[in-house]
């Protein structure tokens, strides 16, 4: 069984950062491509970004594309998402999940999620 605890959110102004940290217990990550989704109030749940095990690939969705950057250290087991230039959109709760389908835009695919952590971005 694998627990993910994400943590970094909170509120800033647009134009602002904020670094979201994802740590896992109960499995090495090393083998495994992870992902980070949203969702907004009112929206379903999307596509943020997925790196690959080794880190050595990723992938992110159009809406933050040179904004965000995902990043990984196998050696501590955890996963991070770096965000910069932040949106009113980007408004939302952040998880992290574990990939079974190496890396993937598609939810379907991962099988563990962490419980979210709150970004809010003011105008």
């Known amino acids: 069984q694998v627990q993910l605890v994400e943590s970094g959110g909170g509120l800033v102004q647009a134009g602002g950062s904020l670094r979201l940290s994802c740590a896992a217990s109960?499995?090495?990550?090393?083998?495994?491509?992870m992902g980070w989704f949203r969702r907004a109030p009112g929206k379903e749940r999307e596509f943020v970004s997925t790196?690959?095990?080794?880190?050595?690939?990723?992938y992110y969705a159009d809406s933050v594309k040179g904004r965000f950057t995902t990043s990984r250290d196998n050696a501590k087991n955890m996963v991070y998402l770096q965000m910069s230039s932040l949106k009113p959109d980007d408004t939302a709760v952040y998880y992290c999940?574990?990939?079974?389908?190496?890396?993937?835009?598609?939810?379907?695919?991962?099988?563990?999620w962490g419980q979210g952590t709150q970004v809010t971005v003011s105008s």
């Open positions: 790196i690959s095990s080794t880190g050595a690939r990723s």
């Open positions: 999940a574990v990939s079974r389908g190496g890396t993937s835009p598609n939810d379907r695919y991962y099988d563990y």
């Open positions: 109960g499995r090495t990550l090393s083998s495994y491509a």
